[in-house]
Each structure stands twice: as structure tokens, then as C-alpha cells.
């Protein structure tokens, strides 16, 4: 169960999000054991944003996960993103960045997994 949290300084507007949504449900699945099935995303636009002091056009994203899983994986996780944020968003890809957690505790549906 992936969790992704994207925040930028771009405008999200309804297109967009679709856009995005769609392309990280696709990007999801070069996670092992992970597909869009049983992912959640929050998107967050026009949010000031500071890197090296100076406002820039940046995004920051979070994918958290439940388990474990190869550094190869995330590098093609991060490849894929951050191709789809340059082409949605058109953010350079020095301006992206993204941080990877994973864990053994996940609460849903009233449980832990």
C-alpha cells in the first residue's frame, strides 16, 4: 500500500491533477508488489517553496510504502517521476525532489497489515 505526497509551487488545476494522477498510478508499478489498485496520492499546488534561498519552481515528493524493497526499484521510480513532473508541471529536474520511507507498520481498514 504506497502513499504518494507531491507538493510544489506549480498551479494544480483539474486536467492536471488527472494528469498526474494517472501518471503516477503508472509509475507505481515499477515498485514491486505495488500498482495503482491500492494507491493514494495528495497532490498540493501554489505552495511557496525555497531551495538555496530563492523562490524556484520546486517539487517535493514523498512515496511511502509498507515493506521493503530494492534501491534499483526506486531509482526507476524516481526516473519515472520525475519525467512526468518535468512534462505536467514543466519543473527541471534539479528542481525535484524526492524521499523514499518504508515500513513494517500499516494501519488500514481497521487493522494492520
Same mark, same amino acid.
Given at each position: 500500500?504506497?502513499?504518494?505526497?507531491?507538493?510544489?509551487?506549480?498551479?494544480?488545476?483539474?486536467?492536471?491533477?488527472?494528469?498526474?494522477?494517472?501518471?503516477?498510478?503508472? &509509475?507505481?508499478?515499477? /515498485?514491486? =508488489?505495488?500498482?495503482?489498485?491500492? @494507491?493514494?496520492?495528495? !497532490?498540493?499546488?501554489?505552495?511557496?517553496?525555497?531551495?538555496?534561498?530563492?523562490?524556484?519552481?520546486?517539487?517535493?515528493?514523498?512515496?511511502?510504502?509498507?515493506?521493503?524493497?530494492?534501491?534499483? &526499484?526506486?531509482?526507476? /521510480?524516481? =526516473?519515472?517521476?520525475?519525467?512526468? @513532473?518535468?512534462?505536467? !508541471?514543466?519543473?527541471?529536474?534539479?528542481?525535484?525532489?524526492?524521499?523514499?520511507?518504508?515500513?513494517?507498520?500499516?494501519?488500514?481498514?481497521?487493522?494492520?497489515?
Amino acid at each position: 500500500m504506497p502513499m504518494i505526497n507531491l507538493t510544489t509551487t506549480a498551479a494544480i488545476d483539474t486536467p492536471t491533477a488527472e494528469q498526474l494522477k494517472a501518471g503516477l498510478g503508472r &509509475a507505481i508499478s515499477l /515498485l514491486p =508488489g505495488k500498482s495503482e489498485s491500492v @494507491l493514494m496520492i495528495s !497532490l498540493r499546488g501554489d505552495t511557496p517553496m525555497y531551495f538555496h534561498g530563492e523562490a524556484l519552481d520546486l517539487a517535493f515528493v514523498e512515496v511511502n510504502c509498507h515493506g521493503h524493497l530494492p534501491p534499483a &526499484a526506486y531509482g526507476k /521510480l524516481t =526516473g519515472a517521476v520525475t519525467e512526468l @513532473l518535468g512534462e505536467a !508541471l514543466a519543473i527541471q529536474p534539479q528542481n525535484i525532489f524526492i524521499k523514499y520511507f518504508e515500513t513494517d507498520n500499516w494501519g488500514w481498514n481497521g487493522r494492520n497489515l
